[in-house]
């Protein structure tokens, strides 16, 4: 007999714990599984029944009745209940469990949550309500699937079908060029089953099973890639290389920040140092952002690795994760590429994780557990004495902190870019002095000749604006009036197409009103330049410029044109294949893109990130222009950059042109300093959310209190805590939204007081409340 420590995959706002089951050393129920750790279980709580996942396993010791474990379960296997049932085979194993864990207390959340990350989406058993009321268990919808092959039989060469057997014929045509999926011959000649059959009994041909591999999202057919040899390193990949090779083998954990300026050569450097953590039987992982896991990410790492490359992303299909999911826990795949959520698919034996462009937002996952990807990471290669390699053309200000300060974390540059070229010149242009000499237009005089010079000899052009739809906003000239979404605190954007007001938030929309709703008046103004006007004045824009004209091509790139699954890479493919073409789009098209013949970037508006009321704004708005800038000149023709701005005396944007990180952080960090945020200080936003207003405000005060008593009694002066406010964006899809920030010293753990609080905490009926620990925003 052992006792099995599982946790309850009940969706319960309370923090779980694991409960303690006995469990028969053979296991349990008709499918013959052996209960290991990792697996999914069938166990009674509270008179329902519940899929578990176990997370320890001891042998049953014949205790005294009375006694207790630390979470009060009985010691003594006969006074617990039963596993029922062992479900499936392990999704992880001991060190999956432990990760759970450390995600749990120090993101402050449901185990069960944690757990869900290591198994496959879709793929897993759940107990379900049936209409009867009764529970019932519901067997995975998403698994593997076979389908049927034809082959050449023995007998296949000498036989001959009679005359007028004509589906035999045409079959045994088909299969003289090679094997053939029975659906296949279905689709072109019918009904085929009983044509097979004879043959098969004849021993004309074989018919077998075998595992179908769905298409990989970014690359449909699975293994498209040219191998490629890797090139001799520049003097600067090569140091990064060797850095990388000596954190690795230190074997401790180490964090090695790659500051190389975009077009350095980063991914050389990766595609290296995976090289040579494969050629140790170790195995790699390699995170990028979702948008930039593009089938050209994905081409670049199978050149290199071919088929041992898994890819995982959100893109893909259940079935199509699955599969890859699959391929990574047979140990056969050696290298995983994929998005945030990658980092917890079964890869064994992790000598090197790679965190590609480390300072996206998207790193960190916004519903529960909320981890930051690099700390987690981290975390991994220490347990497993492999190395974090972080990348980045602007590492994110916590990063460098890091590197600066911690004797695990080192930094190298690669200041130039790999073939030699000079990073484009960035001009500030000044809006408000456009518009006090008379100027209304979007496009300043400069940018509006830069286009013509460049477009007209056949160049092409990217354009940044950070704003989808056609206006931010109307307003109404008379009364004031500004649309808002029922549902959310924020106004609505006014699309053109179709003629509607949308939530960026919800996604409600409405008819745009001819007259305001308020008043009656008809001037309903539009303010606030979206990415479809901006097409639409551009298009008369170019349309009447010399030398350029209508048959250039406008590619509008924002969260509208790239719903369809895609749609995305069409698009750039569209850009690709253009000559003179202007790529306008959201912070989407800032990344990554690597087109030679870009030879000027414009960013429409760089202040829309800086009003932001964020404490990042002004990195955020750093790394933008720095990032976009990095998509022009990145071959032989020479790129230029111009960055419109109501604020070109802002710091953030001056540093941005000049390449000046250390005049963009000698401005920051004092005030970070001064107003106690990261890295000087860690930070826990008390998120507090619910239907009616007065409950979460009441809630929220109530939790402050319980943090206010909380952090006397067991830290002191050293912590503060806000006071209970309503966030930013105070309401979203009809939910009311507060928060209260606790910071600590940089150095504390600001988890486990937090975990104790929220564990002890009994759930209110209706009204929500989380931890997010190092937040990446406070909206
Ligand atoms: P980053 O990831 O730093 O933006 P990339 O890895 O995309 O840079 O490299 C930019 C370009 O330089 C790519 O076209 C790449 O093939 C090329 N490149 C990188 N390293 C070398 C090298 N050592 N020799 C020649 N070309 C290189
Ligand atoms: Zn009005
Ligand atoms: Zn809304």
């Known amino acids: ?144 699937v076979d389908d049927r092959w034809v082959t050449r039989g023995p007998a296949f060469e000498g036989f001959q079908p009679r005359k007028n057997a004509v589906k035999q014929q045409s079959v045994l045509e088909v299969l003289a060029q090679g094997d053939a999926r029975v659906a296949e011959l279905a689709q072109e000649f019918g009904a085929v089953d009983s ?136 140990g056969a795949a050696r290298v995983v590429v994929g998005a945030r959520s990658a980092l917890f698919t079964p890869l064994a034996n992790v000598g090197l994780i790679v965190i590609d462009e480390e300072h996206e937002g998207s790193y960190k996952q916004d519903s529960a557990p909320r981890y930051t990807t690099r700390d987690v990471a981290a975390w991994m290669m220490r347990r497993a004495g492999g190395a974090l390699v972080l990348g980045s053309a602007t590492p994110s200000i916590e990063a460098l902190h890091s590197a600066a300060k911690d004797p695990l974390w080192s930094q190298v540059a690669l200041p130039e870019r790999a073939n030699g070229r000079p990073l484009p010149a960035v001009e500030v242009v000044d809006m408000a002095a456009e518009f006090s000499s008379g100027s209304r237009s979007m496009f300043s005089g400069r940018l509006t000749r830069a286009l013509q010079q460049e477009l007209s000899q056949g160049h092409k052009v990217v354009l940044l604006l950070n704003q989808r739809g056609f206006a931010k906003f109307l307003l109404c000239r008379d009364c004031g009036f500004v649309p808002e979404c029922p549902h959310c605190a924020t106004s609505l954007t006014y699309h053109e197409e179709g003629s509607k007001l949308v939530c960026h938030h919800c996604g409600y929309h409405v008819g745009a009103p001819p007259t305001c709703p308020e008043c009656g008046s008809p001037y309903l103004k539009k303010f606030g330049a979206g990415t479809q006007r901006v097409e639409a004045d551009l298009r008369a824009l170019l349309d009447g410029m010399a030398g350029v004209g209508p048959g250039v091509p406008i590619i509008r790139m924002d969260a509208d044109t790239t719903k369809a699954k895609g749609a995305h890479q069409a698009l750039l493919e569209e850009f690709a294949a253009a000559d003179a073409a202007v790529l306008l789009g959201t912070q989407m098209i800032a990344k990554g893109l690597d087109f030679d013949d870009v030879t000027l970037v414009g960013v429409i508006n760089a202040d829309t990130q800086l009003h932001l009321p964020d404490y990042r704004a002004g990195e955020r708005t750093f790394q933008l222009i720095e990032q976009v800038a990095g998509r022009a000149g990145r071959a032989n023709l020479p790129g230029r950059v111009l960055v419109q701005t109501y604020e070109a005396n802002d710091v953030a944007i001056r540093a941005a042109a000049s390449y000046d990180r250390a005049l963009f952080l000698k401005s920051e960090l004092p005030k970070r300093k001064v107003l106690q945020y990261p890295p000087y200080v860690r930070m826990a936003n008390v998120l507090v959310w619910g239907k009616n207003e007065d409950e979460v405000a009441a809630e929220a005060e109530a939790l402050h209190k319980a943090l206010e008593e909380l952090i006397r009694c067991e830290v002191g002066q050293r912590w503060s805590v806000l006071p209970a406010s309503p966030c930013v964006l105070g309401k979203l899809r009809n939910t009311y939204r507060w928060h209260i920030v606790v910071k600590a010293p940089a150095g504390d753990d600001i988890s486990g007081p937090l975990a104790r609080l929220f564990r002890a905490r009994k759930p209110h009926p209706a009204v929500n409340a989380a931890v997010d620990v190092d937040p990446v925003d406070l909206l």
């Not at 869900?116 to 919808?141: I, S, Y």
């Not at 140790?280 to 990028?288: D, K, N």
Request: net charge negative; with cysteine; aromatic share 6%.
């Open 195 to 330: 044509t097979l059959k004879a043959l098969e009994a004849k021993d004309v041909v074989r018919i077998e099973r075998r595992r179908r591999m769905r298409g990989v999202g970014a690359d449909p057919s699975g293994t498209a890639f040219t191998p490629t040899a890797p090139p001799p390193l520049t003097p600067g990949q090569q140091q990064a290389l060797e850095a990388i090779e000596a954190a690795r083998a230190a074997g401790e954990g180490r964090v090695v920040v790659v500051d190389g300026v975009t077009g350095s050569g980063k991914t050389e450097v990766y595609l290296q140092a995976i090289e040579r953590t494969l050629a140790e039987g170790r195995t790699a992982m390699v995170l990028v952002p979702e948008i930039s896991l593009t089938p050209q990410t994905v081409a670049r790492f199978r050149g290199r690795f071919g088929d041992a490359v898994a890819v995982m992303h959100s893109r893909m299909s259940q079935g199509e994760r699955y599969d890859q999911w699959d391929f990574v826990k047979s």
């Open 1 to 144: 007999m052992k006792i099995a420590s599982v946790i309850v995959d009940i969706p319960t706002q309370a923090l779980d714990t694991p409960y303690s089951y006995a469990v028969p050393d053979e296991g349990v129920g008709e499918d013959g599984l052996a209960p290991e750790v990792g697996c999914a279980v069938l166990v009674t709580l509270g008179g329902r029944k519940a899929v578990g996942y176990i997370v320890g396993l001891e042998e049953a010791e014949e205790a005294p009745g009375e006694e207790v474990d630390l979470w009060g379960n009985p010691l003594s296997a006969s006074k617990l209940k039963m596993v029922e049932r062992v479900l499936s085979k392990p999704y992880f194993d001991e060190e999956g469990a432990a990760c759970a864990q450390f995600l749990a207390e120090r993101y402050v959340a449901p185990l069960s949550s944690c757990v869900r990350l290591f198994t496959p989406p879709g793929a897993v058993p759940r107990v379900v309500r049936g209409r009867d009321g009764r529970w019932r268990l519901e067997e995975p919808t998403v698994g593997q």
